[in-house]
Structures are given as C-alpha cells and as structure tokens.
C-alpha cells in the first residue's frame, strides 16, 4: 500500500514482504587475516510488522543491514525477500542510516522526489506534496539541507525513502545523535506513520525504550561474532504512547527480560577487551551471586 495513496490501513499491504535470512555468515579477510562478524545468523522479517535488531554496539548489526540491503555479499548463508535470493540491492529494500544523506544542491522537495525523478516517472509531485504535508514540512519545501534542523532532516529522509514505496523499509539507528526532545518527538511520528500505512520494517537500535515503543517482535543479538540470542515478542497493543509503554507493566517485563540478555552479552564484550577487563567481569559476576 502506497501512504501517498491516503487509503486506510490494511493488515498486510500489497508492497509488504518477507524477510527470511538463514544460515548467515560473514567473514572479513585482511591479508592472512580474517574476522568473523556474522556466524550462523537466522531469522525472520515478518510480513507488514515491524521487526526490531537490538545488541551492544559493534556487534555486527550493521553488517547485517548492508547484507540484507544488498550493498554487501554474505560469506554464506541465505537472504530471501519473498523467496526470491538477495543478490544487489534493489528497489525493494531502501535503508535510512545513521548519517543524514539529504542531498545538499536539492531542496527538500527536489530530495524527495529524487527517486521517481531518476526513474523519469511522471506524476510524483502529487504523492509528494501529500508526504510534505504528512511530516511538516510543506513550508520547507524550497528549504535547502542546511537550512533545516536534525528531525527536520530525519523526516525528509523518511518521505524520500516511503515515496519510493519499498517492499521492505530498513533504518539503521536513524534517530541517534538527535536530542531528547527531537528523538521522541521523531519515534512518535515514526511510529504514526508505520501505524497508518504499515509495511514491512526492520529497524536497528540500541535503545532499549526505543525497541520495546515501536517493535512487534525483538531480535535481541549475541557478542561478536553476532547472530540471534532470543526472539522476543511485544504483545503490547497498538497505537501506543511512550507515557502509556512506560507505566504498562507487560511493557517493563519485556523490557528487564531484554535488559538482562543485553547485560549478558555486554559483559562478554567487556570481558574479551583484555586480561584486566576480564578479571573485573568474572569478580563481578561472583559478587552477584553471593549477593
């Protein structure tokens, strides 16, 4: 279902798709050198939900963003986007990254329209024009990058990627380095959107509150070499409201479940730093269980 249409929400849009990766395996070679970054990693992207990747930071999450976006090749192992094999990237999976990537020469509407632009598609000034007007930045238009603030830019990055009408949106950590206030402001339109024209979603964050507001279902990553530890789901209904996530209490039991297996495998991270650093895990670890 494409959001500049305006229709109303279905269960499982006609773009959505499936994810399915199994088996996935990525190996850096350097020299005589090699890192295993991904070992073994299977999961499954479902159909219009929202699917949410969460571990400590460096584990590899990144790397499977660029796998399943095409940008990278898998050392082996499988990424299937409806059965089909993921070999490049394609116009069914469009990712937003950390960094903003708004182009500097083009206004904010110009940036916009840039995809159905280099299709040479005529007729998306309409399904723009809606998209401004859904993340607020109709007056903005004309605006160029500079000339916009950091949730500003967020949201245009957001329409450029849903006018192109992906069977599969991938975002990586596109809100960090926001302020506090731009952040939850930016989750909450986030979260309307995806509310009102659900697609397929797989987002990556290290914020726990973050995971639990907008998730269906949690991925929660081991250590490096990273694959999935546990596969939470967040039965908590929708539309949600981070005041009403922070007071329910299914909410905080998914969240100190989550807590718990994101401590575990900070501690290994910590711990394989160095000598010293392991020493202060494994007498951390005696003093709890004494305690």
Not at 53 to 75: E, Q, Y
Request: with cysteine; glycine share 6%.
């Amino acid at each position: 279902m494409n959001l500049a249409a305006g229709t109303t929400r279905t269960p499982h849009p006609a773009g959505a798709a499936e994810v399915e990766v199994r088996d996935l395996v990525k190996v850096y070679r350097s020299g005589r050198s090699a890192k295993t970054i991904v070992d073994q990693c299977s999961f499954t992207i479902e159909r219009g939900k929202t699917t949410v990747m969460i571990g400590p930071s460096g584990v590899g999450k990144s790397t499977i963003v660029r796998l399943i976006a095409g940008f990278d090749r898998p050392t082996s192992g499988t990424i299937l986007v409806d059965g089909r094999p993921v070999t490049g990237p394609g116009r069914d999976r469009l990712v937003v990254f950390q960094e903003a990537a708004l182009f500097p020469w083009m206004t904010t509407a110009e940036n916009i329209l840039y995809g159905p632009a280099a299709r040479g598609e005529r007729g998306a000034s309409q399904a723009a024009d809606f998209l401004l007007d859904k993340v607020g930045l109709r007056a903005f238009r004309k605006k160029y990058p500079t000339q916009l603030s950091g949730g500003m830019q967020r949201r245009a990055e957001l329409a450029r990627a849903v006018i192109n009408d992906p069977a599969v949106m991938i975002l990586d950590e596109p809100f960090r380095g926001l302020d506090a206030m731009t952040k939850k402001l930016m989750l909450e339109f986030y979260a309307r959107m995806s509310e009102e024209a659900p697609r397929t979603h797989f987002f990556v964050t290290t914020d726990i509150d973050e995971a639990i507001y907008l998730a269906d279902r949690l991925l929660v990553m081991r250590h490096s070499p990273t694959s999935v530890r546990a596969v939470v789901e967040v039965d908590i209904p929708r539309p949600r409201s981070p005041s009403a996530i922070l007071a329910d209490d299914r909410a905080n039991a998914i969240k100190m479940q989550t807590l718990s297996l994101l401590h575990e495998e900070a501690m290994k991270s910590f711990a394989s730093g160095s000598k010293a650093a392991a020493d202060f895990v494994d007498a951390y670890r005696r003093r709890s269980s004494s305690a």
